[in-house]
């Protein structure tokens, strides 16, 4: 199996309904072209209260994604406003 990019909200429709007719973690990543481990990773991941719903799972997701983005001082006032100050003395921050 090729790597592949983030499990999409049309696979995770597909898990949850796959796993609520009782269809092995092996079947549903042979489904999706997919390894065992990314499907059971998913599913532990994003589940809300030992229950694998899709929906929930990309929310849980996208949050985590969102969350995990590093911000950039530049677009802080405050930061910025240091920056600027510094650069104006000549001292570069030391």
Request: glycine share 12%.
């Amino acid at each position: 199996m090729k790597g592949k990019s983030h499990i999409t909200a049309v696979e995770r429709d597909q898990i949850g309904v796959w796993l609520a007719g009782g269809v092995s973690l092996s079947e549903i990543a042979r489904k999706l072209g997919r390894s065992k481990s990314s499907i059971s990773y998913e599913v532990s991941r994003n589940s809300w209260n030992g229950v694998y719903q899709p929906v929930q799972a990309n929310y849980l997701s996208r949050e985590r994604n969102i969350a995990s983005r590093k911000t950039n001082a530049a677009t802080d006032p405050g930061i910025y406003g240091y920056f600027i100050d510094k650069i104006r003395c000549g001292n570069g921050g030391r």
